[in-house]
């Protein structure tokens, strides 16, 4: 299905009943509608700043409206583009930055439910070198956003940001513990534990403030371990040491929103 007027406001008002109404059809026809195939068309100019899209596409928007007002009164107003200005506030296009185009993405998915490619309107009011450049910012700071394909490592950023100070080499207070060896296998107690995993015991430990392999459990290794992990805030555990304020489950599976986008 393709939406060539989604741009204007008829057609973007008409994009969810649309849909309803091909899925019915087809399945009278007795066959099913795709959204990966439902496409939606509109118009995108992107730089890093506003300001700097939109003087990038003055000069060709105008030459456009000219063209437009010679083949219906109504000018680039009857598909939806009657200025720059009202094509941003319209929600319906973009001509800015990263953002302003993430925001229309959004409010198109959610007026169709869902579709599986952005047609972005080949309407060359920018020089190739800027146009080239609008596509490469969409598909490297747009997709990737609305996509959500970092969201997972962004959240385990934000929790980074958020445990900093309990990540920060720990200090025993022991002659025994606040060895270099003990803050380092402190750190890697951390960054092993943060998604709930265990920290092996059996993989080294800190003896007088040097580090050594001990293959057989002994009593004084099992006390170390237990002082490292009561001054470093750690819980144990049978097999190992856990990280109490780390998350432990799973996280969610997110659905993707897999698009495509074309001239």
Request: glycine share 8%; proline share 6%.
């Amino acid at each position: 299905m393709l939406c060539v007027m989604a741009g204007s406001p008829n057609g973007y008002d008409t994009l969810d009943y649309n849909w309803e109404l091909a899925c019915t059809e087809a399945a009278a026809q007795g066959r099913v509608m795709d959204r990966a195939n439902y496409r939606v068309m509109a118009p995108f100019h992107i730089a890093e700043t506003r300001e700097k899209a939109i003087d990038n596409v003055r000069a060709g928007f105008e030459n456009c409206q000219l063209y437009s007002y010679s083949v219906n009164p109504e000018g680039g107003a009857a598909i939806g583009m009657p200025s720059i200005e009202e094509i941003n506030e319209g929600g319906r296009g973009a001509i800015g930055t990263p953002d302003d185009a993430l925001r229309v993405l959004e409010n198109y998915w959610a007026k169709t439910g869902g579709f599986g490619c952005i047609l972005m309107l080949a309407h060359d009011w920018a020089d190739w070198e800027a146009t080239k450049r609008s596509y490469e910012l969409f598909a490297r700071y747009v997709l990737p956003r609305f996509e959500e394909r970092s969201a997972w490592r962004s959240q385990s950023m934000d929790w980074m940001r958020a445990n900093r100070e309990a990540r920060a080499a720990p200090r025993c207070g022991s002659r025994r513990c606040n060895s270099p060896r003990a803050a380092l296998i402190a750190r890697i107690a951390l960054s092993a534990t943060e998604f709930g995993r265990l920290f092996p015991r059996r993989l080294t430990a800190c003896r007088a403030g040097r580090p050594s392999r001990i293959s057989k459990p002994d009593p004084t290794r099992s006390s170390l371990i237990r002082a490292l992990s009561a001054a470093c805030g750690y819980t144990s555990a049978s097999e190992g040491v856990a990280f109490p304020s780390a998350p432990t489950s799973k996280q969610p599976k997110r659905k993707r929103r897999n698009i495509s986008f074309s001239r």
